[in-house]
């Protein structure tokens, strides 16, 4: 059966959705696509997800690759202060599913509640998306937290200076792992990790550089390094366990 929050994965083309929320009487639900800027809520049969995952035209994932990190403690105050700012935002709204992931309501919706707490359009729709995008949870709404030259904390990085050891003579720098990287990372490891019985961190890069970087140029491929340091720097789990298919056939409607 499929619950709010399930994360499901297309392979061709490659795209992610999330379940935000689905009718009481399981007709339909309301899915939003994962790692894409301008994502909106969008609307489609629950037993559409339902034979695509059964016909294998999709893969219902074990692991959120998309879910918000379990901060560090303790976190610096401004950061808790930033978070309760976006979901005393984003609360009202939340209050109004489904009507909110209607895009008249919405708009309609969005622009009342940005002149009530005094920010911008463009801000209220930022939190709601980051809460849609990272597990619609309290920890979806906190910042990104890093701390340059901090132990167990991330650097952040600068305009054309690459972090981390340079790599060996005669190879490009490469690039800085961002927030868009590491979330291919995670995709990468529960895409393996659902179709293969024994977990090799170096296959899943393999085959992660094959689905995600064919056609880039060199300067754009992360490092085995950064891979396999940001899947232990984020928690990653070597092996998502697969869902049982009758799971997935009883959200299928009679």
């Known amino acids: 059966m499929f619950l709010p929050n399930d994360v499901i994965q297309y392979a061709n083309p490659v795209r992610t959705i999330r379940i935000l929320w689905i009718a009481p009487d399981r007709t339909l639900a309301f899915t939003f696509e994962l790692g894409l800027q301008h994502s909106q809520p969008r609307t489609v049969a629950l037993n559409v997800l339902a034979d695509d995952v ?30 309760a700012k976006a979901w005393d935002v984003i609360q009202g709204l939340q209050a109004q599913v489904p009507a909110l992931y209607q895009p008249r309501e919405r708009a309609a919706m969005v622009a009342a509640c ?5 920010v911008s359009r463009p801000s209220v ?13 309290m920890a979806a709404l906190l910042p990104d937290y890093g701390n340059s030259g901090a132990r167990g904390k991330t650097r952040g990085a600068s305009e054309g200076v690459k972090r981390g050891r340079p790599r060996k003579s005669g190879e490009h720098p490469g690039r800085n792992t961002d927030a868009e990287m590491r979330a291919i990372f995670r995709i990468a490891v529960a895409r393996y990790a659902a179709t293969h019985p024994e977990f090799s961190r170096r296959a899943a890069y393999q085959q992660m550089l094959q689905d995600f970087y064919r056609d880039r140029p060199a300067a754009d491929l992360p490092s085995f390094g950064q891979f396999s340091y940001w899947l232990d720097k984020d928690g990653v789990p070597a092996q998502g366990r697969r869902r049982n298919a009758a799971a997935v056939q009883s959200a299928r409607l009679p």
């Not at 940005?114 to 005094?118: D, Y």
């Open 54 to 83: 059964l016909t294998r035209r999709a893969r219902l994932l074990q692991d959120d690759p998309f879910a918000a990190p379990v901060p560090p403690a303790p976190l610096p105050q401004k950061y808790h202060d930033m978070q």
């Open 114 to 118: 940005a002149r009530a707490h005094g």
């Open 125 to 137: 729709l930022r939190y709601l998306r980051r809460f849609w995008e990272r597990g619609q949870t």
